[in-house]
Structure formats: structure tokens, C-alpha cells
């Protein structure tokens, strides 16, 4: 029965590799599959406890160890569920006010997906009020044409890098730009949008590289792009949602570090996961697509959509604005540490982009430059 010993000495070693401060895929890749080492931890628990055996001095620190190793991994994904503290409020029926309401859609189609019929019934059924889609070049775009119509402010950047976004809006769309913050390969957009109320929303649609060995060998330019975007927002005074493909689950640290730089909130916080990869492996999945917004805003619905091709499911988050929500909601503790946390990760970005001959010229990240 060693094989319980290993599997909890590996339970163990990977929920602690991840709190190394190194950024390289292979550390940071451990921040992913939370869910997954809880349950072989607490697998590797329950047959140790059953286990027919005498105990020795080295069971004992492995039991104690996968203690620890279970605790922590606890603590990183218990708020995701209905027993935490809801950090976004639920709009009340009698509070609904379909005027100061925005509908999302966010979807990864995954290029060489050729369903692309799934995705556009998917549009059809929820006539979300924006969608943003990622991952899409030429051909999504002309694919995608037939919804044209219903979304007269669009905004297309077809790539064939796996990068390409299209924005779809039936709201109003004003002051857009399409920004390469540090690549040239990278694109994100930036605009506002203005609902049936006349209310405006600061939007920013993202999709950073992730660490991975085919894609980028460690996680720093992915962390500054979304601290980046996070500190330009924590001084606005207005209404505003992020949202794409961050390639980060929501309980890394970038992405608690981003929320409390930014004072963002999550609406999963309190009720749910909201597992969006992979699509194909139900034991392997996580949440990678995000839709993080101002504390002026609530939740109406929030679900996951059906499969439609794509290595990602599809994300449908409504919400609502309104001052009586910004009065009862808080953003997160920021901390000087934070601050100087972000900056510096910001400026490890910004010199490996360079290190790379990436030519970071965008406005947004010449502040940072030292």
C-alpha cells in the first residue's frame, strides 16, 4: 500500500509548489488544478485513516502534511461555493430594471472550430446585448456576419495567431481603441458602452498568453497586461467590467492581486464554479474565462453555456447597475504591498517585452516604463 504514501507525498508537493514566487509554466501551473489535487487529497486522507497497518514516525509527518496540503487547498477554492459569503449581491426581482442591465456573452471558439452554427444559435437564443468572442480570425468573422444586423457596433480584429477578438455590441459603443499593450501580437479592446439608461461602462476585453510551454515559458507578461489594466481602473470613478480569456483561474494570485489593485469583484464568489476549460475532459477543468466587474453592479443570472465546438465553454453573465449596489458592496483590501507588488510585476513585464523585441509603445504602458 506504499502507492498511498506516494499519492499523498504528491498531493502534498504540488498544492506548496505553487506558493515558490517563480513565474516559469512549471511553477505556475500548479495553480490550475486545485479542485483536482483536493479530491486526490482527500482520497490519499480517507485510505491512510483506513489503512491496516501500524503507524510509523514517517506515515505520521505525510498525515500531518497532507493536513496542511488540504487546508490550503481549501481555503484557495471554498470561497467559489455556496457556502462563502457572496461577494456580489443578487438583483431582486422587484429591484429589476432591464434599462440599467448589460447581457455578455464571452466565448473562446477556439480557430479551427468549424461549428460555427452552435455558437451563433447560442447568440440567437440569449440576444446578449454584447458578445465578445476570442480566438477569431477571417473566417469566424465572415461566419459570423449573419448576426451583423442585430449588432451595429462592432469592433474586428481578426487574427490567425489564436489572438484574433471580435467585439458585438447592440449598445452604443464610443471612445474604442484597440490596444497592443505588450506585444504586437496581443491584442485587447478598450471602449464604452452606453445602456438603455444613458449609464456609461468603461469595457475591457482581454485575452493575455498563458504559461505553457508551446505558448509563453512563464507568466509575466500575462501579469502585467492584467495589472496594468487593473491600475489604470483603480483611479477611475466610473462603471466598468473586464472580461475574456485572462488564461488565469480566479484564485491565483495575479488574479486576487488584480482584483484588489483594480477593486473589481467576481460574481462566482459565494455561489458556484464556473468551469469554463477544458471542454472535452470533465476531470480536467477550470475556470480561464472571467467577467470581473465595478462594485456598482449586481448579479441578475450567471451560467455556463452548452459545448459548441470549442475547447471552452461559453460564458452568459447579466448584470445590473445601480448606486444602491455600490452602497452595499466593497471592493477588496488593497494594501501598500499590493501596490508595490503590482508595480513590480508590471515592470518585469514590460522589460521582458522588451527583452524580447516586442516594442511596447502603447500609451497605457508608458507610465510604467522605467
Not at 452568459?316 to 501598500?336: D, K, S
Amino acid at each position: 500500500m506504499v502507492w498511498i504514501e506516494i499519492l499523498a507525498v504528491v498531493v502534498i508537493w504540488l498544492s506548496f509548489w505553487s506558493l515558490i514566487p517563480r513565474d516559469e509554466w512549471w511553477f505556475r501551473g500548479a495553480d490550475f488544478p486545485r479542485l483536482q489535487i483536493l479530491v486526490l487529497g482527500i482520497i490519499a486522507f480517507i485510505l491512510l485513516l483506513g489503512w491496516d497497518s501500524p503507524w510509523d514516525i514517517w506515515r505520521e509527518i505525510i498525515f500531518i502534511g497532507l493536513i496542511a496540503a488540504l487546508a490550503y487547498q481549501l481555503k484557495m477554492v471554498l470561497p467559489y461555493t455556496f457556502i462563502w459569503k457572496k461577494q456580489v449581491k443578487q438583483v431582486r426581482k422587484e429591484q429589476l430594471d432591464a434599462s440599467k442591465q448589460i447581457s455578455i456573452l464571452v466565448s473562446n471558439v477556439l480557430t479551427p472550430n468549424k461549428k460555427y452554427d452552435a455558437l451563433i444559435a447560442q447568440i440567437k437564443e440569449y440576444q446578449p446585448d454584447v458578445v465578445l468572442t476570442l480566438e477569431t480570425d477571417d473566417v469566424w468573422q465572415k461566419q459570423l456576419e449573419v448576426i451583423e444586423p442585430d449588432y451595429p457596433y462592432r469592433v474586428p480584429v481578426p487574427l490567425d495567431n489564436l489572438y484574433g477578438m471580435h467585439l458585438y455590441s447592440r449598445l452604443k459603443l464610443s471612445e474604442t481603441e484597440v490596444k497592443f499593450i505588450l506585444s504586437d501580437e496581443i491584442p485587447s479592446i478598450h471602449t464604452t458602452v452606453t445602456l438603455d439608461s444613458g449609464n456609461q461602462v468603461q469595457l475591457y476585453c482581454l485575452h493575455p498568453k498563458p504559461p505553457s510551454p508551446t505558448e509563453a515559458k512563464d507568466s509575466k507578461l500575462r501579469d502585467a497586461e492584467l495589472l496594468i489594466v487593473g491600475d489604470q481602473i483603480k483611479d477611475l470613478d466610473e462603471s466598468c467590467i473586464v472580461m475574456g480569456d485572462l488564461n488565469d483561474v480566479a484564485w491565483s494570485r495575479t488574479t486576487r492581486l488584480f482584483q484588489r489593485i483594480s477593486g473589481l469583484l467576481d460574481p462566482r464568489v459565494g455561489r458556484r464554479y464556473v468551469n469554463t476549460f477544458h471542454a472535452d475532459y470533465p476531470l480536467l477543468r477550470w475556470s480561464l474565462d472571467h467577467i470581473f466587474h465595478s462594485t456598482d453592479f449586481a448579479l441578475v443570472e450567471m451560467k455556463r453555456l452548452e459545448h459548441m465546438g470549442s475547447d471552452h465553454f461559453p460564458i452568459y453573465v447579466v448584470l445590473q447597475t445601480g448606486r444602491i449596489f455600490e452602497q452595499v458592496q466593497q471592493e477588496l483590501e488593497q494594501t501598500a504591498e499590493d501596490e508595490e507588488k503590482a508595480q513590480e510585476a508590471i515592470q518585469e513585464g514590460i522589460e521582458k517585452a522588451e527583452k524580447e523585441e516586442k516594442i511596447v509603445t502603447d500609451a497605457i504602458a508608458q507610465d510604467y516604463k522605467s
